[in-house]
Each structure stands twice: as C-alpha cells, then as structure tokens.
C-alpha cells in the first residue's frame, strides 16, 4: 500500500513559480513511475508530467514542456513538481499518482496509476 501526501499549493500571480511535493509512504518507491495530473473546475483530470522509475526520466504535456520540471529524490521518498511562468489556465487541483511497485515506465494515462493523492489546490491570478 502507499499512500501519497501532496504539499506547496497557493495562490500566485501570473508569471510566478510554485513548487509541488508528494511524499510517499511505503516501500519501494524508486521503483514506481510517478506522475502529476490536474483537474480545472468544469474539466476533465489531465495528465501534466510523469517520470519514470531509477533513473527519472521525465516527459511533459505540451501545455506545460518548458515551464514545469518533474524530478524524484528517491532517498526521501518524493517527487517534486517545479512550476514557473505560471499561467493563469494552470489554475487547478493537482495530483500526485504512482503506478505501483514494479511499474517503472512512464506511463501517460490515469487508468495505469494505481495510487493517488487527495491533491493540492494551485490558483494562479491574472
């Protein structure tokens, strides 16, 4: 079982920088892909950003490529969302997701994530 904690939402102004946090419990987790999703009101969960199991080999959507830096310390358990120029359609509750023990490669859709955050509100003003 793991179970993920996310931290570092708030409100910022267009242009600004946030960095998110997932803290996960359990064993294992270098060994798990991880990944970040958003929900806006009124939409869909989107996928932003995932990064693979070991190594981190990261990969973004293109609304973010550029300005959002996904990265793991695997020493402490956490994977980091760094955001900068921040837009203010990047307003949304983020999610941490990991797909699981064993699962390394990254993985792009929400139905390969096994385990989820209860997620972190990001509210960037215009």
């Known amino acids: 079982q793991v179970q993920l904690v996310e931290s570092g939402g708030g409100l910022v102004q267009a242009g600004g920088s946030l960095r998110l946090s997932c803290a996960a419990s359990g064993r294992a987790f270098s060994n798990t892909a991880m990944g970040w999703f958003r929900q806006a009101p009124g939409k869909e969960r989107e996928f932003v950003a995932t990064?693979?199991?070991?190594?981190?080999?990261?990969y973004y959507a293109d609304s973010v490529k550029g300005r959002f830096t996904i990265s793991r310390d695997n020493a402490k358990n956490t994977v980091y969302l760094q955001m900068s120029t921040l837009k203010p359609e990047d307003t949304a509750v983020y999610y941490c997701a990991a797909r699981g023990q064993g699962y390394i490669d990254v993985a792009f859709a929400q139905a390969n994530y096994r385990y989820w955050g209860q997620g972190t509100q990001v509210t960037v003003s215009s």
């Open positions: 990064i693979s199991g070991f190594v981190g080999n990261p």
